[in-house]
């Protein structure tokens, strides 16, 4: 560990001993603690010490988490990864001790050299590789993969350090300094939403940590956290090409793999990255042996191919059959795909099922219409689920494509359970999702503004998102929240209500009849209807305004308000339970 360890110093008085160990001077520290340098009483060995804040070691849960992870710590077994010595508590403090790293951290390097060259950032790159190997092995995800915390001794061997602390305090916190579960520049768009991490996580980590050490700056940078965690999901990046032509095509291929925004797309572990980086110097060495002009540094599969350099010269022939060689032996190695396809009764299964299916679909063709809708009510007959589903696609919908005058009778009963059904699906489905809490007050408000955007109470949304925008503004920790309401907002003054407030203009109208007809009960209840409905929406105000004069109007408004309804009078009218006080 050096003194640039950490981001984000935070002053703390530093004790004389902890544990086992003489404390001798502090190397860094940040929000998950401070570091010391520490010399262990008997063996006299140098060790970095972090103590973690006592805040934390208040949080319910924390001293069981932090020795469940301790405990993985320990199985960790890789020459790139800081060894984890001890752990405790002394007077208090939690802390651990860990193996000291007489180097500099990639931050520094960073700064002192602007870039590296390709060659020395996949060097580092592949010696990450192995550290994440052996800790997703061992079931730990790091989290919070950045230069800084990547150390690098005098003989330019990288030790991985803070490993799997982040998942300690993995309780869904994701503020806006980055911190825990990731820092902004290097954060994958999946922990950006506040979704769990894997090892694709990290791969995107390592991705954006390639990309600075190769074009000396992040994958994306702003003015503000919030800014950049928002490019990581939904921007695009300049490929480090783009930004450094020497970089080998191959290396700049797997730089924006790694920053591909689904997991998905990335590498599926880090060994098959690591591998992959491992054989772009090689292919580079190979076809500069060939060419006797150019310097290996200098030259690329695209330079030669684009001047022609391969075809024309006399050992053209031999590169090209060097490169068709190691093309045609990476395609013989099996994908897992392969491997599966390669057994005989693998084979005859898929046979089998693709002639089911054929005959499944001859036997559907050749159903009568009859037949067909007793198939799709047998089908609703079953528990609601996917059948359901089946039963209008395949049944019903071609029925009604057939002839609708016939058979819209006799299926309508089912449209109606199947509208049921999208609706449960559409609406309960989206209550059962599992979402982050929010972590601030604004995040709260502009979730519930979002909300009201969907659930089409755009007028309501327009009025949480000034309030917001208007508290938010006169604080530089929550002015990004106020950027996003303004935006917001802004979108949404831009829809015109005529349209959303259909529903309840026909049921003014309606009222209204209803009234002429001397069904003043009816209209009563519609009334009171809309002002439930409406009566916080701006856009209604004319509604509320004809709601409230109706119902004023009424002979029956006074003994048929409930006593709860205060709402909806109007300003400075005393409800009639009041009127006797």
């Not at 965690?229 to 080998?248: M, Y």
């Not at 050749?366 to 359901?388: I, T, V, Y």
Request: a negative charge; proline letters at 6%; aromatic letters at 8%.
């Amino acid at each position: 560990m050096t003194e640039s360890s950490f981001d984000n110093p935070l002053p703390a008085p530093a004790p004389q001993r902890v544990g086992h160990y003489l404390i001798q001077k502090e190397l860094g520290s940040g929000g998950m603690g401070t570091v010391y340098l520490g010399q262990h009483l008997e063996t006299e060995q140098l060790a970095a010490v972090k103590i973690l804040p006592a805040s934390l070691s208040r949080e319910p849960g924390f001293v069981a988490r932090f020795g469940r992870e301790i405990a993985a710590m320990q199985e960790l077994q890789s020459t790139n990864i800081v060894e984890l010595y001890e752990s405790g508590e002394d007077n208090g403090l939690y802390y651990y001790a860990m193996e000291y790293v007489d180097g500099e951290t990639l931050t520094a390097r960073l700064k002192r050299e602007k870039r590296l060259p390709w060659r020395e950032a996949i060097d580092i790159g592949v010696q990450v590789c192995k550290a994440l190997k052996a800790a997703h092995n061992s079931g730990i995800i790091h989290r919070d993969l950045k230069p800084s915390n990547l150390m690098l001794d005098k003989s330019d061997q990288v030790k991985l350090t803070d490993f799997g602390i982040a998942q300690i305090f993995a309780t869904s916190k994701l503020t806006v300094t980055g911190g825990i579960l990731g820092t902004a520049e290097y954060m994958s768009p999946e922990q950006a939403q506040g979704s769990r991490a894997t090892r694709q996580s990290d791969l995107y980590s390592l991705g954006a940590v390639l990309y600075v050490m190769l074009t000396g700056r992040p994958p994306f940078t702003g003015k503000t956290t919030l800014d950049i965690i928002q490019k990581h999901r939904f921007s695009r990046f300049d490929s480090p090409k783009r930004i450094v032509p020497e970089i080998p095509h191959w290396l700049d291929e797997i730089v924006c793999k790694c920053l591909s925004k689904k997991p998905e797309d990335r590498y599926p572990d880090a060994y098959v990255l690591m591998l992959r980086l491992q054989e772009v110097p090689r292919k580079v060495d190979l076809i500069a042996s060939e060419n006797h002009h150019a310097h290996p540094m200098d030259v690329n599969a695209e330079t030669i191919a684009a001047t022609g350099a391969v075809a024309n010269s006399p050992v053209g022939g031999t590169i090209v059959r060097e490169l068709f060689r190691a093309e045609m032996e990476a395609q013989r190695q099996p994908t897992a795909l392969g491997k599966v396809l390669d057994n005989i009764w693998v084979l005859a299964g898929l046979l089998l099922c693709l002639v089911v299916g054929v005959v499944l679909l001859f036997q559907w063709n050749h159903l009568s219409p009859e037949q067909k809708f007793a198939q799709g009510q047998q089908l609703m007959q079953q528990p609601e689920g996917p059948q359901w589903e089946v039963a209008r696609t395949q049944y019903f919908d071609p029925l009604l494509e057939l002839d609708e005058a016939e058979w819209r009778p006799r299926i309508e009963p089912y449209l109606a359970q199947l509208q049921l059904y999208d609706l449960k699906r559409q609406y309960l489905g989206r209550l059962q999702k599992k979402t982050p809490f929010p972590q601030s007050e604004p995040e709260s408000f502009l979730r519930q503004a979002v909300e009201l955007r969907t659930l089409g109470r755009v007028g309501e949304a327009r009025k949480k998102l000034a309030a917001l925008e208007t508290l938010a503004a006169g604080t530089a920790d929550w002015k990004p929240y106020a950027e996003i309401a303004s935006q917001l907002r802004e979108d949404l003054e831009r829809q015109p209500p005529q349209l959303r407030l259909k529903f309840a203009q026909d049921a003014m109208h309606r009222a209204e009849a209803l009234q002429r007809r001397g069904e003043h009960a009816a209209a009563i209840a519609i009334w009171r209807s809309v002002l439930e409905l409406y009566d916080a929406d701006p856009d209604a105000a004319g509604l509320i305004h004809q709601a409230r004069t109706h119902l004023k109007q009424s002979n029956s408004t006074k003994q048929d308000f409930p006593q709860t309804e205060t709402s909806f009078l109007q300003e400075g009218e005393v409800h009639p339970s009041l009127s006797s006080q």
